[in-house]
């Protein structure tokens, strides 16, 4: 009876953390992989896409780089990813690129970069949506190489893009900046 309580009393207390999990993540909407249509885009490599989906990534701090056109399943894909990681209990934290860029701007202008910073290397996997919807100004792209360069081998990153990586230098106004994204990104990840 003791060993079957306590065995309630621990799936309960998962089940709990899952949620607290989920709910942190902050995803703008529940997708998963099993909902994914693989018929529509025909060249979305669907064994790598199932393998990430195994986690195996998070674990050796590497990260993954979505990059297509509109309308593919880029943000579906990394979303779905992002909860399967939840739900085996990883810290994940979701964020569009232009939000994360404004919270630290407001982080700059209150003087507590420091902290925004360490809130957006804690997560064990972190995911920056649609970079490059828009351009972003130079000091703009200095705080998405400062989260990228603090999470470094030393936390997983699903980025989601439609912009080719030949063309992130106008993205980010300064080439510099964007070579130095990219190579933190491409070292360990798969695109």
Request: hydrophobic content about 45%; some cysteine; aromatic content about 10%.
């Amino acid at each position: 009876f003791l060993k079957r309580f306590l065995s309630q009393e621990a799936s309960a207390k998962f089940e709990r953390q899952v949620g607290t999990r989920v709910a942190q993540a902050r995803f703008p909407f529940i997708k998963t992989l099993e909902q994914f249509d693989w018929n529509a885009p025909n060249f979305i490599p669907r064994a790598k896409i199932l393998a990430a989906g195994e986690l195996g990534f998070i674990e050796k701090n590497e990260g993954l780089v979505f990059i297509a056109p509109h309308g593919l399943g880029k943000s579906h894909l990394a979303i779905a990813i992002g909860y399967r990681a939840a739900l085996a209990g990883v810290r994940v934290y979701w964020t569009r690129a232009v939000d994360m860029v404004n919270h630290l701007n407001a982080a700059r202008a209150d003087h507590s970069t420091k902290k925004a910073l360490r809130f957006y290397s804690k997560p064990a996997l972190l995911i920056i949506d649609e970079l490059g919807r828009v351009s972003i100004d130079q000091k703009d792209g200095e705080h998405i190489f400062n989260v990228i360069d603090a999470r470094y081998e030393r936390g997983s990153t699903i980025l989601t893009t439609n912009r080719a990586f030949r063309d992130w230098g106008k993205v980010f106004q300064d080439e510099v900046c964007a070579r130095g994204i990219i190579d933190r990104l491409i070292h360990h990840s798969d695109v």
